[in-house]
C-alpha cells in the first residue's frame, strides 16, 4: 500500500511540473489569449485522441445524464484557461500564478458542499499556509496599472479551476482521467473555434514549438495526470500538493524568460513546498 502511494504521489507530483509550464508559456507565446487557449485545446484533443485509440480507451460519455456536469466543467475549464492567461499578459508569471494558487483555499471551502466529505479543518489549516506562501511571495501591487487586473483575473481563474475540479470528482470512478481530459479539451475548441476567423493568428508560424509544448506537455499530459490523481486523493490535498506549481513556475520564468524572483520568493516557495511536504505525510497515512 505505502509503494502504491508513493508512485501516485510521484506521479502527482511530475503533473504538478508539467503543468507548471503554463505560467513561462502563456506569457511568452505572443498571440492573442483565446488564440492561444484554443490551439492548447485542439492540439490537446488530437494528442489524447490519438493515445486513446492507441490504448483502446473509450472517449464517449456513458450516461446522457453525465453530460451536463462534464460539458459544465468544460465550459469552466475553458474559462479558468483564459482568465489565467489573460492575468499573465498584463502582469507576469510570478503574479498570475500566485493569484491562481488561491484555488485550493476555495477548493477546501467548497468541497464539503460538492461531496460527501466531511468538514475537515487541517486542510483549511494547510491552504491557509499556502495562501500566506503565496502573500509572501507575491511583490507590492501598485493598483494604478495592470498588476491588480491580473491578480483579479488571476482570481478568477482560480475559482473557475476549483469549481471545475469539484464536478469532475464525481466522474473519476467511471472515467479515466485521459477520457475526461479528451472530452474537455475537445469542448473547449468546438466553443472557441469562431475566434480563429475573428482574431489575428497570423504570427502562429513562429510559435509552434512553443504552442505544441503547451498543448502535449502541459495539457494533454500534465491535466490528464492530474484529473487521474483524483482517483487517490480527494481535490483538497491535489490542489494542495499541487500548489508547488507557482514555485516550479518562477524558476521556469528564471531559467527561460529571465523573470528574476526576490528574496520573498524563496521565503513564500520555501512555505509552500513545506506545506506540500505535510499534506504529503497527512494524505500516505489517510491512504495506509
Known sequence: ???????????????????????????????????????RSALAAVFLFMYCRYKKISITIKSFKDAPSIILS???????WLTYFH????????????????????TALLEPVFTKSKFNPI??????????????????????NTHFSGVLFGLLSALCYALRNL??????????????????????????????????????QTQYPYIILLGLVTTAIGHSMFIGS???????????????QPVFGIVIALLFL????????????????ATVVIESVLAKKDNA
Open 74 to 80: 468544460a465550459l469552466l475549464m475553458g474559462a479558468h
Open 123 to 144: 486542510h483549511i489549516v494547510m491552504a491557509l499556509m499556502v495562501l500566506l506562501g503565496i502573500y509572501i511571495l507575491a511583490p507590492d501591487f501598485n493598483f494604478e
Open 87 to 106: 492575468a499573465l499578459k498584463l502582469s507576469n508569471v510570478a503574479i498570475g500564478m500566485l493569484s491562481l494558487f488561491t484555488f485550493p483555499v476555495i
Open 167 to 204: 464536478i469532475l470528482k464525481r466522474h473519476v470512478a467511471k472515467y479515466n482521467g485521459t477520457t475526461l481530459m479528451m472530452q474537455q479539451v475537445l469542448i473547449v475548441s468546438i466553443i472557441l473555434l469562431p475566434v480563429m476567423f475573428t482574431m489575428d493568428s497570423t504570427n502562429i
Open 230 to 244: 483524483f482517483r487517490y486523493f480527494s481535490v483538497s490535498t491535489a490542489s494542495i500538493i499541487g500548489s508547488a
Open 258 to 273: 529571465n523573470e528574476k524572483p526576490e528574496m520573498n520568493t524563496y521565503l513564500g516557495g520555501a512555505l509552500i513546498l
Open 1 to 39: 500500500m505505502y509503494k502504491e502511494h508513493k508512485n501516485h504521489l510521484f506521479l502527482l507530483l511530475l503533473a504538478t511540473i508539467f503543468m507548471s509550464t503554463s505560467g513561462a508559456l502563456g506569457k511568452f507565446i505572443d498571440l492573442p489569449t483565446p488564440v492561444i487557449i484554443w490551439f
